[in-house]
């Protein structure tokens, strides 16, 4: 997948939105089990597995290590790790899929010693790990830095009480599962909470560690002596499913989001509701009914609970469509706007300032040609162009097969009108 050419699409307006659309699992939680089952020896069956190119690629950074990854059958993924791997992170993988920075802590855990190479930035904005290193340094970890490459060091970590400055998802994700083979007992304070790390915390407790407290703010871990390899099936990819969901509020119509866990996207069914949306939990996931027309509401993007970053682009699609003026706050990646000159070059009327934006609605947009500059904006892109005149040519397209699997067959089986080119 890593080889997949830069692929185009194209967009047209079209009926109103009508079907059920499946979840697939959750790429931000898929990525750090993965990264887990370096941990132990043995065999992993992961089910609900989203076919993506990172997850192909985290696939491959395994697979460099000396593990074995396959895919069966459609949504499963078996993980055969051997009793010795190279606990090393190439440039080449670790700069495709930056989350792979979450290999460092378990590898060096499990390892006694992790060579990653350093993440470097992304289109959003620079990728900070200091956080990660100063709490694995709490376990007693020596790490160094020389040509691009960081060395992390330790015959046996030591139980810690880490806080971090930040509720950073990658950072909690890391001192976890360094944390799970330390000796004694470890405190994270100021934990992010997001759904992906209580599916982290709970696959870890299946390979046997003694976790408590993921989800919330304080987690406690006691460490044990040994992990083994376990079977784990993915929570439902919420950014997806916000994904669909955008989509029906910006086209119209009315869409069951299939396995989706309403319960993980409490704030985001609140705002949309605010913005005229329908959009409650049902027997088969969520169900959403979109409005004549949107109404504007303010947003502000937080840690979890609050509305996550990754909301943002596909919220500011829908507000550029909406009745009225929206300020939109970022609080978590300062130059997360990029994609605002690409809707502009569709007739949207909105202006940055700092991390804020201004959205101003207008009935409709007008296809143009743009860029996708990451997989959210790239989907952000796609979702305009439902509701914009004539034709949106979104280029650069292999960003958005980051994240999101079969993402026009399931826009198609809804009845939009989108196409690669
Ligand atoms: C973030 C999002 C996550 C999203 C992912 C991919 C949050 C809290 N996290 O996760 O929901 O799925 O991007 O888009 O919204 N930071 C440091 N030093 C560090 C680590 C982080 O300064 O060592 C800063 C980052 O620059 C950022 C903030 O802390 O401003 C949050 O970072 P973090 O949660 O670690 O980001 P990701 O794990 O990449």
Same mark, same amino acid.
């Given at each position: 997948? =890593?080889?997949?050419?830069?692929?185009?699409?194209?967009?047209?307006?079209?009926?109103?939105?009508?079907?059920?659309?499946?979840?697939?699992?959750?790429?931000?939680?898929?990525?750090?089990?993965?990264?887990?089952?370096?941990?132990?020896?043995?065999?992993?069956?992961?089910?609900?597995?989203?076919?993506?190119?990172?997850?192909?690629?985290?696939?491959?950074?395994?697979?460099?290590?000396?593990?074995?990854?396959?895919?069966?059958?459609?949504?499963?993924?078996?993980?055969?790790?051997?009793?010795?791997?190279?606990?090393?992170?190439?440039?080449?993988?670790?700069?495709?899929?930056?989350?792979?920075?979450?290999?460092?802590?378990?590898?060096?855990?499990?390892?006694?010693?992790?060579?990653?190479?350093?993440?470097?930035?992304?289109?959003?904005?620079?990728?900070?790990?200091?956080?990660?290193?100063?709490?694995?340094?709490?376990?007693? @970890?020596?790490?160094?830095?020389?040509?691009?490459?960081?060395?992390?060091? &330790?015959?046996?970590?030591?139980?810690?009480?880490?806080?971090?400055?930040?509720? =950073?998802?990658?950072?909690?994700?890391?001192?976890?599962?360094?944390?799970?083979?330390?000796?004694?007992?470890?405190? $994270?304070?100021?934990?992010?909470?997001?759904?992906?790390?209580?599916?982290?915390?709970?696959?870890?407790?299946?390979?046997?560690?003694?976790?408590?407290?993921?989800?919330?703010?304080?987690?406690? $871990?006691?460490?044990?002596?040994?992990?083994?390899? &376990?079977?784990?099936?993915?929570?439902?990819?919420?950014?997806?499913?916000?994904?669909?969901?955008?989509?029906?509020?910006?086209?119209?119509?009315?869409?069951?989001?299939?396995?989706?866990?309403?319960?993980?996207?409490?704030?985001?069914?609140?705002?949309?509701?605010?913005?005229?949306?329908? &959009?409650?939990?049902?027997?088969?996931?969520?169900?959403? /009914?979109?409005?004549?027309?949107?109404?504007?509401?303010?947003?502000?993007?937080?840690?979890?609970?609050?509305?996550?970053?990754?909301?943002?682009?596909?919220?500011?699609?829908?507000?550029?469509?909406?009745?009225?003026?929206?300020?939109?706050?970022?609080?978590?990646?300062?130059?997360?706007?990029?994609?605002?000159?690409?809707?502009?070059?569709?007739? &949207?009327?909105?202006?940055?300032?700092?991390?804020?934006?201004?959205?101003?609605?207008?009935?409709?947009? =007008?296809?143009?040609?743009?860029?996708?500059?990451?997989?959210? @904006?790239?989907?952000?892109?796609?979702?305009?162009?439902?509701?914009?005149?004539?034709?949106?040519? /979104?280029?650069?397209?292999?960003?958005?097969?980051?994240?999101?699997?079969?993402? $026009?067959?399931?826009?198609? @089986?809804?009845?939009? =009108?989108?196409?690669?080119?």
């Amino acid at each position: 997948m =890593s080889d997949t050419p830069p692929s185009t699409i194209v967009v047209r307006p079209g009926p109103p939105l009508q079907g059920v659309v499946p979840i697939a699992g959750a790429k931000n939680a898929v990525l750090k089990l993965l990264a887990a089952t370096t941990l132990a020896e043995g065999r992993f069956v992961l089910r609900n597995v989203p076919d993506i190119a990172d997850v192909a690629w985290m696939g491959e950074l395994l697979e460099a290590m000396g593990m074995r990854v396959d895919r069966p059958r459609a949504g499963e993924l078996v993980v055969d790790r051997p009793a010795v791997i190279v606990p090393e992170a190439p440039y080449e993988l670790v700069e495709k899929t930056r989350a792979s920075i979450v290999v460092l802590g378990p590898l060096l855990a499990r390892c006694g010693v992790a060579r990653v190479s350093l993440p470097g930035g992304d289109d959003f904005g620079p990728r900070p790990i200091d956080m990660h290193l100063r709490a694995l340094e709490a376990l007693g @970890a020596t790490i160094d830095v020389a040509h691009g490459m960081l060395e992390a060091r &330790a015959t046996r970590l030591r139980g810690a009480r880490i806080v971090l400055e930040f509720p =950073s998802v990658g950072a909690t994700e890391n001192t976890l599962m360094a944390a799970v083979l330390a000796r004694g007992t470890t405190t $994270i304070e100021n934990a992010a909470r997001e759904p992906e790390i209580v599916d982290l915390a709970e696959f870890l407790v299946r390979m046997g560690a003694r976790i408590r407290g993921a989800g919330t703010s304080t987690v406690e $871990i006691e460490g044990v002596d040994e992990l083994v390899a &376990a079977d784990h099936t993915l929570v439902p990819d919420r950014i997806e499913a916000a994904t669909y969901l955008a989509a029906t509020a910006v086209a119209g119509g009315e869409v069951v989001l299939g396995g989706a866990r309403a319960d993980h996207m409490d704030l985001l069914l609140r705002k949309v509701e605010q913005m005229g949306v329908s &959009a409650v939990a049902c027997s088969e996931g969520v169900r959403v /009914v979109a409005p004549e027309r949107l109404r504007a509401v303010d947003v502000s993007t937080l840690p979890y609970p609050g509305l996550a970053t990754d909301y943002k682009p596909l919220l500011v699609a829908s507000l550029a469509v909406a009745d009225g003026v929206a300020i939109v706050t970022e609080n978590i990646f300062a130059g997360r706007f990029r994609y605002v000159d690409e809707l502009v070059r569709m007739g &949207a009327d909105i202006r940055t300032e700092g991390h804020h934006a201004v959205v101003r609605g207008r009935e409709r947009l =007008s296809g143009a040609r743009v860029r996708a500059h990451d997989i959210r @904006a790239g989907a952000a892109l796609v979702v305009a162009g439902l509701r914009a005149e004539g034709e949106t040519v /979104v280029a650069d397209a292999h960003h958005i097969d980051r994240g999101y699997e079969r993402f $026009i067959d399931k826009l198609t @089986a809804l009845g939009a =009108s989108v196409e690669r080119r």
